[in-house]
């Protein structure tokens, strides 16, 4: 306020320069933060974006819409083989499945007491398959936050019970009708994790528009294509980070195309479609990166190809974003394997 900064003006002048800039600054920061924060707010068709990823959940077809037929296709996880070799005799068995859920109808992915998570339901619909032999500990590709869908989850867990196939899907698929099911199911070797062993993960977002031209998507890619490369320090993009965890992030492949959503037959939503993959993510990552590339395109519209990339490094959150809505975001894929294997084919366009 402006109390606040003749307040200051009492101190030393060298306080005084200071203090004003950081008040400065943040005037400027919250400025900018509300262009992106009023552009995807509650005025967005938030509503067939949950339509088009509950269908897919639904309808088991990861499929989501493309700015070319065949571009970005879907694909299983690519998990280890288990050779003739480890089948036979066996202790234990490990499992991996590959879940779709409806972030909608959750509270995001870890367990919390008193809500509905997807791991909590897992944990329901699994543990009677263990006999009470041992608990049942489940790991997974990436911890998504409540509202956060996901076409390509991965989740592994042992069992010392035999188990089939059939077993688990139909476990997997009583938790929440509708809202959860399996796309696939395989044993693994025991070694396999399905956290530590994932080599990169893929994120989608969609946002939707008002009109095709009303964001330049083309400016918004190519802000977004220099973030690829090595590991870098992405701590400006985090939010609520636990100590000590480190914030380096190596992105595969990061842009933006115009799309277009059809949640019902005959309903046409122009969006845009965000496609970041990176060897892993820190908490908020995907969605602050996606509110900063909007903010920079539409507040510093002559910035060159570099000004997202200068934000996400500069390792000060007051000039990132706040979190784009997770209803637009996505688990897609996961891969396990070499880092560029799995559906990493069309880095450009």
């Known amino acids: 306020?402006?109390?606040?900064?003749?307040?200051?003006?009492?101190?030393?002048?060298?306080?005084?320069?200071?203090?004003?800039?950081?008040?400065?600054?943040?005037?400027?920061?919250?400025?900018?933060?509300?262009?992106?924060?009023?552009?995807?707010?509650?005025?967005?068709?938030?509503?067939?974006?949950?339509?088009?990823?509950?269908?897919?959940?639904?309808?088991?077809?990861?499929?989501?819409?493309?700015?070319?037929?065949?571009d970005w296709p879907w694909a299983p996880p690519a998990l280890p083989e288990l050779s003739d070799a480890l089948r036979r005799p066996r202790t234990r068995d490990t499992w991996a499945v590959t879940v779709a859920y409806d972030g909608t109808a959750f509270h995001g992915y870890a367990w919390q007491p008193d809500v509905r998570t997807v791991e909590g339901c897992l944990q329901?619909?699994?543990?009677?398959?263990?006999?009470?032999?041992?608990?049942?500990?489940?790991?997974?590709?990436?911890?998504?936050?409540?509202?956060?869908?996901?076409?390509?989850?991965?989740?592994?867990?042992?069992?010392?019970?035999?188990?089939?196939?059939?077993?688990?899907?139909?476990?997997?698929?009583?938790?929440?009708?509708?809202?959860?099911?399996?796309?696939?199911?395989?044993?693994?070797?025991?070694?396999?994790?399905?956290?530590?062993?994932?080599?990169?993960?893929?994120?989608?977002?969609?946002?939707?528009?008002?009109?095709?031209?009303?964001?330049?998507v083309e400016a918004l890619d190519a802000r977004l294509r220099p973030l690829v490369g090595p590991g870098r320090d992405m701590a400006a993009l985090g939010r609520r980070l636990p100590a000590g965890k480190s914030t380096v992030c190596h992105l595969l492949h990061c842009s933006a195309a115009p799309v277009v959503l059809e949640p019902?037959?005959?309903?046409?939503?122009?969006?845009?479609?965000?496609?970041?993959?990176?060897?892993?993510?820190?908490r908020g990552q995907v969605r602050t990166l996606v509110a900063t590339a909007v903010e920079s395109v539409l507040t510093a519209p002559g910035a060159g190809p570099l000004d997202v990339l200068d934000r996400a490094t500069s390792g000060d959150r007051t000039r990132t974003a706040s979190l784009a809505p997770a209803a637009g975001l996505c688990l897609y894929g996961t891969g396990y394997g070499a880092a560029g294997a799995g559906p990493l084919r069309p880095v450009s366009r």
């Open 1 to 70: 306020s402006d109390r606040r900064t003749m307040a200051l003006l009492g101190r030393p002048p060298v306080a005084q320069t200071v203090c004003l800039f950081a008040v400065f600054a943040q005037r400027a920061c919250f400025s900018s933060c509300r262009a992106s924060w009023e552009f995807l707010g509650s005025q967005r068709n938030w509503d067939a974006v949950s339509r088009i990823l509950r269908n897919a959940v639904a309808r088991r077809a990861p499929q989501l819409p493309t700015a070319d037929a065949g």
């Open 124 to 216: 329901d619909g699994l543990s009677p398959l263990l006999e009470g032999r041992h608990t049942l500990i489940l790991q997974c590709a990436g911890r998504t936050d409540a509202g956060v869908s996901a076409l390509g989850q991965v989740v592994s867990f042992y069992s010392w019970p035999t188990l089939s196939e059939c077993d688990i899907r139909a476990a997997v698929d009583a938790c929440r009708p509708g809202s959860l099911s399996a796309l696939g199911v395989r044993r693994v070797p025991r070694s396999f994790h399905a956290t530590f062993a994932a080599a990169w993960r893929w994120y989608v977002y969609l946002l939707p528009l008002g009109s095709a031209s009303e964001l330049d």
């Open 264 to 282: 019902s037959p005959g309903e046409l939503v122009p969006a845009v479609r965000f496609d970041i993959v990176g060897d892993r993510f820190i």
